[in-house]
């Protein structure tokens, strides 16, 4: 499974990104879906989760109300629509897959997830 993390960029605080991670190699549908993020000097934290069929997400308490997970199974692709960005919001961010057999199941535990993309960079200036 290879999963390819795009969108990111430089922002101004107060603007919006849509960051989209494309999968292939395996059946998309077959997986939830997170994203993570790792912020300069800090660990890797849990930002939100979809389940296979999309009809559960979770969201880190910091980031609900902003950031938005969706899928399209269709496209393979899941996406993290950020809006309102701050400053805090500085990381690299990263999607991965969960191979839970369970379609409506969405965990945050880094545990979860077998499968990880190589991070897309999101600066947010003040």
């Known amino acids: 499974v290879q999963l390819q993390a795009s969108g990111g960029g430089l922002v101004q605080a107060g603007g919006s990104l849509r960051l989209s991670c494309a999968v292939s190699?395996?059946?998309?549908?077959?997986?939830?879906m997170g994203w993570f993020r790792q912020a300069p000097g800090k660990e890797r934290e849990f930002v939100a989760a979809v389940s296979r069929s999309g009809a559960n997400v979770i969201y880190a308490d910091s980031v609900k109300g902003r950031f938005t997970i969706s899928r399209d199974n269709a496209k393979n692709t899941v996406y993290l629509d950020i809006n309102n960005l701050k400053p805090e919001d500085t990381a690299v961010y990263y999607c991965?897959?969960?191979?839970?057999?369970?379609?409506?199941?969405?965990?945050?535990?880094?545990?979860?997830?077998?499968?990880w993309g190589q991070g897309t960079q999101v600066t947010v200036s003040s």
């Open positions: 190699g395996r059946t998309f549908s077959s997986y939830a």
């Open positions: 991965a897959a969960d191979p839970t057999i369970s379609t409506m199941r969405v965990g945050s535990s880094e545990d979860r997830f077998d499968y």
